[in-house]
């Protein structure tokens, strides 16, 4: 397998940090703004008798911070893409706080805030807020250029063939210093010849891409050369996925279409690729995440004493260790540790990795009650609380298989994307161990594409009233 890409967890990881900062500085704007308005210069405008008091004002400036920093998400100011792009983040800051203005007004006067709200204030806040982020935004900045994190969300760009769209690519990234792109080369594909003009390197022919790809770690193979046949493409597309590099294409003369693909641009060149995944928005994945935990943290608590008593029982009928732990592969390919309560024979896979079936004579007595009843999966209520798992997602699988179901199954890996589950949509429907592979990963992949809030939330249910093929 291909190394894993690292710059996803970064970009969240900085992201998740501007967040942070963004909503204290939003906090702090607030706060001098109520100063400034009720201490200040501007304490004698306006109609207020009396000043109000900073504990009955607190409550109004957390919920004009939170509704400020929902309306800066809104505007899509926490997209990886404006990472590098300062200037336009300070646009949208400007458009947040004017439509904040606008909404906060009108809430306080829908809703009768008491103390009542001064409209000299929000006012003032929104100028005082404004700075506050920016002012910390331009740190963050200048913080993020010196850092070795700038080098770590850049994304490696490995170009298939060459045309005039690929020419003014390689320009556009090669003299804008605000993209998070670096231009690996191109490849050869037969119908361009490699010369000396090219402005970046000749690394080689299409045949040996796969190589190419895991060699130069790229991270985004982008087809420049459409005169390639369907086959090839296709060829690309394929080993793309499986090495874990995002598949994009320049869409002059586009000649084939995927439901998921979306115009974008990569410092002002349009290219096509597909979105990103709804449940990969910063908000989103912080909420699913926050219910992972909530969820884990209940799920230990009521789940102990069972494995407690489990425990015994496992350990009276077959000596040995009761927690049993296998490697299995999780988000964005990395490996991790699952834990489950051990449900078959010591000696179950000394023969190798395999699935169990209807009757598995490998199982013991109180395995086959347990897996019946998912009870044997309740350890990973830990591996939920830690981040290797989500309560709902996919379900794991272990390295050595899929070093073999990632050659001979399409589309594979995208699963992988989101975090594995300890239930998933192909398990509530009975799609578990020894069944079809190809219809599980079409039930996976209709999760990853479609999912919400609700949907895992039904997933969970069924996966209470539900034990098909649970072998």
Same mark, same amino acid.
């Given at each position: ?25 939003? &906090? *702090?704007?607030?706060? /001098?703004?109520?100063?400034?308005? %009720?201490? !200040?210069?501007?304490?004698? #405008?306006?109609? =207020? ?43 949208? &800051? *400007?458009?947040?706080? /004017?439509?904040?203005?606008?909404? %906060?007004? !009108?809430?306080?006067?829908? #809703?009768?805030? =008491? ?357």
């Amino acid at each position: 397998m291909a190394a894993k890409r690292t710059y996803p967890r970064t970009q969240n990881a900085l992201l998740g940090l501007q967040l942070l900062g963004d909503t204290g500085m939003s &906090f *702090a704007g607030l706060l /001098l703004g109520y100063w400034m308005r %009720f201490h !200040g210069p501007l304490k004698n #405008l306006g109609v =207020e008798n009396t000043a109000p008091n900073l504990g009955d004002y607190a409550r109004l400036l957390v919920i004009g911070t939170l509704l400020l920093v929902f309306t800066f998400g809104y505007l899509k100011v926490y997209d990886a893409r404006l990472l590098l792009k300062p200037l336009r983040v300070y646009t949208l &800051f *400007a458009k947040g706080t /004017l439509f904040w203005f606008c909404i %906060f007004l !009108g809430l306080s006067l829908a #809703l009768k805030f =008491e103390p009542a709200i001064s409209r000299i204030f929000v006012a003032t806040s929104c100028v005082t807020s404004y700075l506050c982020v920016a002012a910390w935004r331009a740190l963050f900045n200048l913080w993020l250029a010196r850092s070795s994190y700038r080098e770590r969300i850049v994304q490696r760009v490995l170009i298939m063939g060459w045309s005039h769209d690929a020419d003014r690519l390689v320009e556009a990234i090669q003299t804008d210093r605000q993209h998070a792109y670096e231009v690996l080369g191109y490849v050869h594909t037969g119908n361009d010849a490699p010369h000396d003009r090219h402005p970046c390197p000749h690394l080689g022919s299409l045949e040996d891409l796969e190589t190419i790809l895991g060699r130069e770690l790229a991270d985004i193979a982008l087809v420049a050369d459409l005169k390639l046949s369907s086959e090839q493409l296709a060829h690309i597309a394929t080993l793309s996925e499986r090495l874990y590099v995002q598949f994009k294409m320049v869409p002059s003369s586009f000649r084939i279409f995927v439901s998921s693909l979306h115009l974008q641009t990569i410092s002002g060149v349009p290219v096509l690729g597909v979105e990103q995944l709804r449940m990969a928005t910063l908000l989103n994945s912080s909420i699913k995440r926050a219910v992972d935990i909530v969820g884990a943290l209940v799920g230990l608590f009521f789940s102990v004493p069972v494995m407690i008593a489990l425990a015994v029982i496992i350990k009276r009928e077959s000596p040995g260790p009761v927690i049993y732990s296998q490697v299995r592969t999780g988000l964005h390919g990395h490996p991790f540790t699952i834990y489950k309560l051990r449900s078959m024979r010591l000696d179950a896979e000394k023969s190798g990795a395999q699935w169990a079936v209807e009757g598995d004579p490998r199982r013991l007595k109180i395995g086959a009650f347990m897996r019946e009843w998912n009870l044997d999966e309740l350890p990973q209520f830990w591996n939920v609380l830690i981040g290797d798992m989500s309560l709902v997602g996919p379900r794991p699988e272990r390295p050595e298989l899929i070093e073999k179901f990632e050659r001979e199954i399409p589309h594979y890996n995208p699963r992988h994307e989101v975090r594995p589950g300890v239930t998933g949509w192909a398990q509530v429907n009975g799609l578990r161990g020894n069944t079809s592979l190809f219809e599980r990963i079409n039930y996976d992949l209709y999760y990853i594409e479609n999912w919400s809030f609700w949907f895992d939330f039904l997933i969970l249910v069924r996966t209470f009233v539900g034990n098909k093929n649970a072998y």
